[in-house]
């Protein structure tokens, strides 16, 4: 993943998904010229960190410090503070490949199987349906047996 400033503001990915990123077009090795990629886009805003409800706005006033910072404000409560950008501003991030999974896709068509099951032989999903979990993960989902002590189906992420 490249780098840029204000990357760690961006929400990162954890590390159990594979990431591909776009692939410029066209390739620049078979034509010279032009070349362009989709990114995604961020908006991002800094949550006053004194009455955590308002966001902070810039001023106006910067200083020509080195980097330069600016004054930002808080539009709930006025609380002032001397940050490195001014916010709200936009972020982006080379786009990630559309048919990539992530690890909630996963999780999410584990769970789904699970539920399709249970459908289909009449189990009250709320009931039958137990995640299990590793490192605090869910990794699956059992489905149990009538006295739920046993799993009849385990669906894995
Ligand atoms: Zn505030």
Same mark, same amino acid.
């Given at each position: 993943?490249?780098?840029?400033?204000?990357?760690?503001?961006?929400?990162?990915?954890?590390?159990?998904?594979?990431?591909?990123?776009?692939?410029?077009?066209?390739?620049?090795?078979?034509?010279?010229?032009?070349?362009?990629?989709?990114?995604?886009?961020?908006?991002?805003?800094?949550?006053?960190?004194?009455?955590?409800?308002?966001?902070?706005?810039?001023?106006?006033?910067?200083?020509?410090?080195?980097?330069?910072? $600016?004054?930002?404000?808080? /539009?709930?409560?006025?609380?002032?503070?001397?940050?490195? &950008?001014?916010?709200?501003? %936009?972020? =982006?991030?080379?786009?990630?490949?559309?048919?990539?999974?992530?690890?909630?896709?996963?999780?999410?068509?584990?769970?789904?199987?699970?539920?399709?099951?249970? $459908?289909?032989?009449?189990? /009250?999903?709320?009931?039958?349906?137990?995640?299990?979990? &590793?490192?605090?993960?869910? %990794?699956? =989902?059992?489905?149990?047996?009538?006295?739920?002590?046993?799993?009849?189906?385990?669906?894995?992420?």
């Amino acid at each position: 993943m490249e780098n840029r400033n204000g990357w760690n503001r961006v929400p990162k990915f954890d590390g159990t998904m594979e990431v591909k990123i776009n692939r410029w077009s066209p390739a620049p090795e078979d034509v010279g010229g032009e070349k362009r990629r989709e990114i995604q886009t961020f908006e991002v805003d800094y949550i006053c960190p004194k009455c955590k409800k308002g966001n902070m706005r810039s001023t106006g006033i910067c200083y020509y410090t080195n980097p330069m910072q $600016y004054q930002n404000k808080c /539009n709930a409560c006025g609380h002032t503070d001397t940050m490195d &950008k001014t916010y709200p501003y %936009v972020d =982006y991030t080379h786009k990630l490949n559309t048919n990539m999974k992530t690890k909630f896709d996963q999780t999410k068509e584990a769970f789904n199987k699970a539920t399709e099951y249970c $459908y289909l032989y009449g189990l /009250n999903w709320r009931e039958y349906i137990r995640p299990f979990f &590793k490192n605090g993960i869910v %990794v699956g =989902y059992h489905v149990l047996d009538e006295t739920k002590s046993t799993a009849i189906k385990t669906f894995n992420v």
